[in-house]
């Protein structure tokens, strides 16, 4: 397990660094390259502050769950950090979907063909592809995010086939509480049975561990930007 949020008070740059040579160690142990393995720095209900500090430290690649809350800290950002790069990570309403499109250059929370058919649509309008990932819910929890485990294999191959999309890999949140690496495991099987080479997996409970299992993106939040503020929606 990480003992990186018992850092969670860190300043970020020092907390950045603990992650990083986390990441690093993980890799080592499972004979992988420590660049195969990239960092979301999750900064949700952080302030844009936050997230400067982050780039001042390296840091370019940042994960946000709301869409409304992306667009209020990262467009002003961008001018100045053009390497910038946003993925949004949390459920998506299908009415989000054009300010998601607008806003994101990764878009790791497609889970259900209504909202695929908006994602295309607004991805013609706006011009503009953002990645995409599909998000599985491996623990099969009626109030997650993420298509059923049974259904993903279909559902890839609508998303392709029907509406155009190029899927580049797999996202899960494992149940809280439960033993990770089943899940991580479920989803690194099902990525390589559909030949989708990104699996975004592992927050700051359990990163190294999802490395381990072949994660090609870990979202980490709390182990970087200390506990969040208020609760994440
Ligand atoms: C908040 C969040 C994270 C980061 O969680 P931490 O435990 O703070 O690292 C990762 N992924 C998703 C989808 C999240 O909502």
Not at 43 to 56: D, F, N, R, W
Not at 77 to 92: K, N, T, W, Y
Request: charged letters at 20%; glycine letters at 8%; one cysteine or more.
């Amino acid at each position: 397990m990480s003992d990186a949020s018992s850092l969670a008070d860190a300043p970020i740059p020092a907390a950045l660094a603990r992650v990083k040579a986390e990441i690093a160690e993980a890799c080592a142990r499972a004979g992988r390259s420590p660049d195969s393995v990239q960092l979301v720095a999750v900064s949700k209900t952080h302030p844009a502050e936050s997230v400067v500090q982050a780039l001042a430290a390296g840091q370019t690649v940042f994960g946000e769950n709301r869409v409304q809350e992306a667009q209020g800290k990262f467009p002003a950002l961008r001018p100045a950090h053009p390497e910038l790069r946003l993925h949004i990570i949390g459920g998506l309403q299908t009415n989000k979907a054009r300010d998601a499109v607008r806003v994101a250059d990764v878009i790791e929370s497609l889970d259900r063909p209504k909202l695929a058919e908006a994602l295309a649509a607004a991805m013609a309008k706006e011009g503009r592809r953002p990645e995409l990932l599909v998000q599985v819910n491996t623990g099969e929890e009626p109030q997650k995010s993420g298509i059923a485990r049974a259904e993903a294999g279909n559902f890839l191959r609508v998303c392709q086939e029907e509406y155009g999309l190029s899927i580049s890999g797999l996202m899960c949140i494992p149940p809280a509480g439960e033993d990770p690496v089943p899940h991580f495991a479920f989803l690194a099987e099902l990525a390589a049975r559909h030949g989708l080479k990104r699996l975004s997996m592992g927050m700051s409970g359990d990163f190294p561990l999802a490395i381990a299992q072949g994660a090609t993106h870990v979202r980490v939040g709390t182990a970087i930007f200390g506990h969040r503020p208020y609760p994440a929606a």
